[in-house]
Nanobody, 126 residues
Framework: QVQLVESGGGLVQPGGSLRLSCAAS????????MAWFRQAPGKDSEFVAV????????NYADSVKGRFTITRDNAKNTVYLQMNNLKPEDTAVYYC???????????????????WGQGTQVTVSS
């Protein structure tokens, strides 16, 4: 069982930056691939970024490549999403998710992630 709590959301102007954090509690955080998804009002959930348990493999949605960076600190049981050059279309609730994957594989499939946080709102507006 893994519990996830996101933080770091807020209101930022276009071109600005935010760093989201996701603190995990429970067992064997370092056995989980971690991901960020987002959901804007009236839209389906969208994959944003994923990182494997060791931090050696990452994958990003095309819409955020070059602007967002996912990292993790297994000693702190925390995963981060650094978001730079934010755009109004990045406005959404951002969710942290965990997928038990001790072999180091990653997936972008929403249904593969069994544990989810409560979400944190990111609003990009002038």
């Amino acid at each position: 069982q893994v519990q996830l709590v996101e933080s770091g959301g807020g209101l930022v102007q276009p071109g600005g930056s935010l760093r989201l954090s996701c603190a995990a509690s429970g067992r064997a955080f370092s056995s989980y691939a971690m991901a960020w998804f987002r959901q804007a009002p009236g839209k389906d959930s969208e994959f944003v970024a994923v990182i494997n348990w060791s931090g050696t493999i990452t994958n990003y949605a095309d819409s955020v490549k070059g602007r967002f960076t996912i990292t993790r600190d297994n000693a702190k049981n925390t995963v981060y999403l650094q978001m730079n050059n934010l755009k109004p279309e990045d406005t959404a609730v951002y969710y942290c998710a965990a997928d038990y994957s001790p072999l180091g594989l990653i997936t972008t499939a929403h249904d593969a992630f069994g544990y989810w946080g409560q979400g944190t709102q990111v609003t990009v507006s002038s």
